[in-house]
T-cell receptor, first 111, second 114 residues
Framework: DQQVKQNSPSLSVQEGRISILNCDYTNSMFDYFLWYKKYPAEGPTFLISISSIKDKNEDGRFTVFLNKSAKHLSLHIVPSQPGDSAVYFCAASYSRDKYIFGTGTRLKVLA | SAVISQKPSRDICQRGTSLTIQCQVDSQVTMMFWYRQQPGQSLTLIATANQGSEATYESGFVIDKFPISRPNLTFSTLTVSNMSPEDSSIYLC???????????FGSGTRLTVV
């Protein structure tokens, strides 16, 4: 039973355009969400987070949107840069000591 | 945030053997976590390692297959025992981040069992 789903395994975007990565979850008890970025041969690195009391959190080019009624969150990257090419994981938690991860979306930003 | 050194970075092992993965943190941490990422799958928590006590294993993972040591607040090992090709995965250790930063991960160990 996959509680956190990233239904798009890959995404290609032109440099300068917006990248939108999506994540759906099934457990309404989740109250904290994170996005991680992973380059090959490296561990995932934290990118941005959002708690369930908010519907938007922004950090530079990265914005995460949370729609609790739809149990959906998305990560927007504007403008996309070639260095953003990586695998992006969303993760959800209801206790902040255990996170459930999605399967990841491989983003390729084309120069 | 903490800096984690994990080794080996990769290994190719014969089935039936065991591999021990080491994780060193540059600061003292209460909990360390071991994850597995099988090909095309999500990161799955194997166990939580607390210093001075037995590790807590998630459903589907057992101590005989994945024994863990946590001798002090900066170090942990995970052993993958009696390996089979199904154990081929990336294994990652992690620690709690600071504030809202979730986990900090090591660079991972890519294990291939032949």
């Amino acid at each position: 039973d996959q509680q956190v789903k990233q239904n798009s395994p890959s995404l290609s975007v032109q440099e300068g355009r917006i990248s939108i990565l999506n994540c759906d979850y099934t457990n309404s008890m989740f109250d904290y969400f994170l996005w991680y970025k992973k380059y090959p041969a490296e561990g995932p690195t934290f990118l941005i987070s959002i708690s369930s009391i908010k519907d938007k959190n922004e950090d530079g080019r990265f914005t995460v949107f949370l729609n609790k009624s739809a149990k959906h969150l998305s990560l927007h990257i504007v403008p996309s840069q070639p260095g953003d090419s990586a695998v992006y994981f969303c993760a959800a938690s209801y206790s902040r000591d255990k996170y459930i991860f999605g399967t990841g979306t491989r983003l390729k930003v084309l120069a | 945030s903490a800096v984690i050194s994990q080794k080996p970075s990769r290994d190719i092992c014969q089935r039936g053997t065991s591999l021990t993965i080491q994780c060193q943190v540059d600061s003292q941490v209460t909990m360390m976590f071991w994850y597995r990422q099988q090909p095309g799958q999500s990161l799955t928590l194997i166990a939580t390692a607390n210093q001075g006590s037995e590790a807590t294993y998630e459903s589907g993972f057992v101590i005989d297959k994945f024994p863990i040591s946590r001798p002090n607040l900066t170090f942990s090992t995970l052993t993958v025992s009696n390996m089979s090709p199904e154990d081929s995965s990336i294994y990652l250790c992690s620690v709690e981040g600071q504030g809202s930063y979730g986990y900090t991960f090591g660079s991972g160990t890519r294990l291939t069992v032949v």
